[in-house]
Structure formats: structure tokens, C-alpha cells
């Protein structure tokens, strides 16, 4: 068993939150409540930390534990992670094949992302580099930091994977068996010893875990494609779960409850917010849902609030809807940004039409549904107007309470009153959107 005590609480601490020295010991913000005054002292002497407001107190492991609502073993196994410490004494030898592919596919992953980077900037990414920094607008130093690079067509990346297994022995573990279970090879068609990369004249983003780890990747295709497929991710490994992921996740480390966090559809919309303004933090879908794990995932880090920018269509609408409902559901305040998209379909397209844009500060989600919810009727009436509020309402509704609303005052489980009371009025303040007979407002009031 590890030995607890040389697990260092300082490398440990720093991984999630930002330091200050002062005098012997360091401070930061405490995650474990509403802090302002950075009452988190972390001592190297003793390798302990404890917070002088709220009282929790303990080591590196418990730390972990706390923050991240994991048990004594898989924190143990994170702060490991985290420190780069030789994992034998804390892996049970039945789970040593596993992670054995595991620490494989890592190593792959970072050859593979190297030889995306360097393609990018040859002459086959000639196209592909000019189409984000021309057309997204991106800069140089960003496509360096998000790691962002090129897949040529063609068998280079099976010529370069031959070359590296001859030239290094590490590498020795990757055949075609290996490459299939990579997430970004197939079978090649009619040959059954020959094995195709998934990506072909394709742009390839790294995709990174909490704790920094290549654990797949996403594309878009190049201009030069043929292909009609516009986007693409890797096949699931096991590392590689799309519906336990965000892009960008190693930005929700070191945050608190009181941060805004904003939730795009795109990486590329992301990577415009980026440019507005560096410093804030941002994550993006793998697609268009927020699924039940990566709610979660929000959930564990004491997200309070979300800023929802999805595109602008019917279609983004509708799904800013649903994601509102999931988040009142476990009591995060849903915002927006009460900007005009100016005909744009999405942030990005908005920040390429105009890079000197600035944003004011994010609005209440009801504000928001007030200026868009007309865009996802198809054909506008009083009639289907009130109709429509009338489902949005419910919808919200739903999100507060267990069963009918109506019938049954029940609050969601650990939803807190307060919360709920507020998200309310303003439900209901929705209605003000519409001209209603008093029969109309009579049943509304019933509500």
C-alpha cells in the first residue's frame, strides 16, 4: 500500500486551485465553501491543509476525496495521477492488464496528436491552417495551446507509426489488433489484415480529460474534403466515452461555486470566447445533448451557474431548452448572453464577422427564453403563441416539481426552496410575453 504521508499536498492542491505564498505556509480559495478571503492554508512541513473558515482539514487523499466525491482508492489512484507517481503499489494486479492498454493508448494518443501538430504547420496543412487562422480567425498561439492540428490523406500516419516501432522500442506494442481498439483506425474493406485511419484530410482536436490527459480526439473536415461527413470523434475506447465528456475539461479544475461557466455547442465557438476575452472558462459539447454523466460531472464541481450560448437556430433553441430544464432540475441557474447574433448561426460565425466584439455580462435564463422563443414556433399566431409559452411553462415547471405541479407542491429531491421560489416567478413571468382574454388569465392564475 502507498504511504500516504509522501504524497505531497502542495503538487496535489495546485492541480485544482491557485496558490499564494504567505509567509511559511500557501492560501487559496477554499472549494468547500462560499470563500472570499482565501481561508485555505496548505503546509508542506506537516502536508496537510485546513481551512480556517469551514474547518475541513486533511491530506492530499482526503482533499481529493472531498473534492471530487471519490472514494478512499480512486483518489488515491488520482493523486498519483497527479504527481506522476509509479502506480504499482496502488494498482491491484487484476486491473494491471487494463491499465497496461491504458497507459498504451495515452502514449499513442500523444505520438498521434504530435504528428496532427506538425502536418498542420507542412505543406499538406497549408489549406487547412489558413482556413482557421483566415476564416475562424484563430491565432497561432491558440491552435498551439488547444493543440489543434492536421490529418492528411492517404497511409502517412501507418508509414510514420512503421517508422517509430523500428526506430523505438517503446513502441513495439502497436499492431493492427492495437490500432483497431485506438478509436481511430477501421478495418479496411474486403482486407482483413489491413487496418485505415479514421481521419482523411480532416482537421484533428485533441480531446483531454480532467487531469490533462490525451484520451481521444474530434475533427472537422478540411476544405479540401470531399467527405460530407462535418464532423467527427474518435470510437469509444477505454478512455474514450462521448457521453461522459466535455471538450475542454481541465478548465473546470480549479473553479468555485461562484464562477460563470460558459457551455457552448462548438469547440470553435469556444475558441472565439477565448479570444475575447482569455480568461474565461469555457467548455463545449460532444454534440448536442448534455447527458446524464457529464451533468453530473458539473454537478461534482459545485457549478452554481452556466452560461448557455448554443446556436442560434430553431433547432439550438429547442436544445438551450432542454439543457435549461436539466440544470433547474439540480438547482444551476441557468444564463445566456444577451447579445444579437446579428443573422450569425452561432458564436463563432459571430466573432469571425466581427473580432472586435465585446460582451456585456451574462442575462437570467427567463430574459433569455423572452427574446428567443418565438424562433422556435413555425407559424406565429396568439393562438399557437400562448400555446407555445404554455408548453415552454410546463416544461420549466417540470424541472422544480415531482409529478403535476397543479396537483402536487413537491419539490425535486435536494432542491433548495429558495431556488425554487425564485426560478418561479419568473417562470410565470413568462406569460406577461402575450396578449391573454380573462378567461385565459383566470386559468393561468390557477396554476
Given at each position: 500500500m502507498a504511504d500516504r504521508s509522501q504524497i505531497s499536498i502542495k503538487g496535489v492542491i495546485e492541480h485544482y486551485l491557485k496558490l499564494e505564498k504567505k509567509g511559511r505556509n500557501y492560501w487559496a480559495l477554499c472549494p468547500f465553501h462560499e470563500d472570499s478571503r482565501a481561508s485555505l492554508s496548505i503546509s508542506e512541513e506537516k502536508n496537510i491543509f485546513k481551512c480556517f473558515a469551514c474547518g475541513v482539514a486533511g491530506d492530499a487523499v482526503s482533499f481529493i476525496m472531498r473534492k471530487e466525491k471519490a472514494n478512499f482508492h480512486n483518489a488515491l489512484l488520482q493523486a498519483h495521477k497527479i504527481l506522476k507517481l509509479p502506480m504499482e503499489n496502488v494498482i491491484d494486479p487484476r486491473t494491471s492488464h487494463e491499465l497496461q492498454q491504458r497507459n498504451q493508448l495515452l502514449k499513442f494518443n500523444e505520438f498521434v496528436s504530435q504528428f496532427y501538430e506538425k502536418h498542420l504547420h507542412s505543406d499538406s496543412g497549408k489549406q487547412a491552417l489558413a482556413y482557421l487562422t483566415q476564416e475562424r480567425k484563430l491565432t497561432l498561439e491558440l491552435i498551439k495551446k488547444f493543440r489543434i492540428g492536421y490529418a492528411p490523406a492517404g497511409k502517412e500516419l501507418l508509414l510514420a507509426l512503421e517508422r517509430v516501432k523500428k526506430a523505438d522500442k517503446e513502441y513495439q506494442f502497436i499492431d493492427n489488433e492495437f490500432l483497431l481498439r485506438t478509436g481511430?483506425?477501421?478495418?479496411?474493406?474486403?482486407?482483413?489484415?489491413?487496418?485505415?485511419?479514421?481521419?482523411?484530410?480532416?482537421?484533428?482536436?485533441?480531446?483531454?480529460?480532467?487531469?490533462?490527459?490525451?484520451?481521444?480526439?474530434?475533427?472537422?473536415?478540411?476544405?479540401?474534403?470531399?467527405?460530407?461527413?462535418?464532423?467527427?470523434?474518435?470510437?469509444?475506447?477505454?478512455?474514450?466515452?462521448?457521453?461522459?465528456?466535455?471538450?475542454?475539461?481541465?478548465?473546470?479544475?480549479?473553479?468555485?461555486s461562484s464562477s460563470d461557466i460558459y457551455l457552448f455547442e462548438g469547440c470553435f465557438d469556444l475558441y472565439s470566447l477565448l479570444l475575447v476575452n482569455p480568461e474565461y472558462k469555457a467548455v463545449a459539447l460532444m454534440g448536442r445533448e448534455l447527458s446524464a454523466d457529464t451533468l453530473a460531472l458539473i454537478q461534482k464541481h459545485g457549478i452554481k451557474k452556466i452560461v448557455l450560448l448554443l446556436d442560434t437556430d430553431r433547432a439550438g433553441i429547442s436544445a438551450s431548452l432542454k439543457i435549461i430544464?436539466?440544470?433547474?432540475?439540480?438547482?444551476?441557474?441557468?444564463?445566456?448572453?444577451?447579445?444579437?447574433?446579428?443573422?450569425?448561426?452561432?458564436?463563432?460565425?459571430?466573432?469571425?464577422?466581427?473580432?472586435?466584439?465585446?460582451?456585456?455580462?451574462?442575462?437570467?435564463?427567463?430574459?433569455?427564453?423572452?427574446?428567443?422563443?418565438?424562433?422556435?414556433?413555425?407559424?406565429?399566431?396568439?393562438?399557437?403563441?400562448?400555446?407555445?409559452?404554455?408548453?415552454?411553462?410546463?416544461?420549466?415547471?417540470?424541472?422544480?416539481?415531482?409529478?403535476?405541479?397543479?396537483?402536487?407542491?413537491?419539490?425535486?429531491?435536494?432542491?433548495?426552496?429558495?431556488f425554487a421560489i425564485s426560478s418561479l416567478n419568473s417562470i410565470f413571468s413568462l406569460y406577461g410575453l402575450v396578449s391573454m382574454s380573462e378567461r385565459e388569465q383566470e386559468l393561468i392564475s390557477a396554476k
Open positions: 481511430i483506425f477501421s478495418q479496411e474493406r474486403g482486407k482483413k489484415d489491413s487496418v485505415l485511419p479514421l481521419f482523411h484530410d480532416r482537421i484533428v482536436i485533441p480531446v483531454f480529460s480532467l487531469t490533462n490527459e490525451l484520451i481521444g480526439f474530434s475533427s472537422r473536415v478540411a476544405p479540401s474534403s470531399k467527405s460530407e461527413i462535418k464532423y467527427m470523434h474518435s470510437k469509444e475506447t477505454i478512455l474514450f466515452r462521448k457521453a461522459q465528456l466535455l471538450y475542454n475539461m481541465p478548465a473546470l479544475e480549479g473553479i468555485n430544464q436539466q440544470l433547474l432540475k439540480v438547482g444551476i441557474t441557468p444564463y445566456s448572453l444577451g447579445i444579437d447574433f446579428q443573422g450569425s448561426k452561432d458564436f463563432s460565425e459571430l466573432y469571425c464577422s466581427n473580432p472586435n466584439l465585446t460582451l456585456s455580462d451574462p442575462i437570467y435564463f427567463v430574459d433569455w427564453i423572452k427574446a428567443s422563443w418565438k424562433s422556435s414556433i413555425n407559424q406565429s399566431s396568439p393562438e399557437t403563441e400562448l400555446l407555445s409559452l404554455n408548453q415552454v411553462v410546463n416544461a420549466l415547471l417540470n424541472s422544480l416539481f415531482l409529478g403535476d405541479p397543479a396537483r402536487a407542491f413537491q419539490l425535486q429531491p435536494n432542491l433548495d426552496a429558495q
